[in-house]
């Protein structure tokens, strides 16, 4: 059912359940792992005109290189595992990604946030469910959002729902 599993990481917290579960669905369809990591430029449109963009790219690239080796370094010796980097708005990005590249289901973590936080930050768990047209299955990282052993998943079709397993 699944031959590519697209696994978004930024590096962050939590990222272990997030290669855990995309690892054990690879192993049932022996599929492969594409961990992709997003450069965010949108995140720096702040800074002053002198900062070097080339610099800022730099520590980004390197932020997402260790994330990418996280990936690699979490999954089951028997996983294969592709990494990857583009540039862009994460959201955008990872959608952009499964119309362009044979992606038959995405695997990414979720923070859980909830009221005014989500209202401010955004989520781009929420966007790329809303927006995807494969699959997406969200993991919960953060201690605090709900039980360890519970998993979203929804369906690709935004106006089907979300349905939980």
Known sequence: MY???????????????????????????????????????????GLPMETSWD??????????????????????????????TVEGTPSTEIVRYTREQPVDVVVMGTHGRGGIDRLLLGSVAERVVRKSAVPVVTVPVSEGAVD???????????????ESS
């Open 55 to 84: 610099g800022v790219r730099q520590v980004l690239e390197s932020e997402g290189e260790t994330a990418l080796e996280g990936v690699e370094r979490l999954a089951p010796d028997d996983v294969h595992v592709e990494a990857a």
């Open 148 to 162: 360890s052993d519970e998993v979203v998943e929804a369906d690709a079709d935004p106006a089907a729902g979300v």
């Open 3 to 45: 031959d590519t599993i697209l696994l978004p990481t930024d590096g962050s917290a939590g990222i272990e359940r997030v290669v855990e579960h995309a690892g054990e669905l690879a192993r049932v369809h022996d599929a492969t792992v594409r961990a992709l990591y997003v450069v965010d430029a949108t995140s720096f449109t």
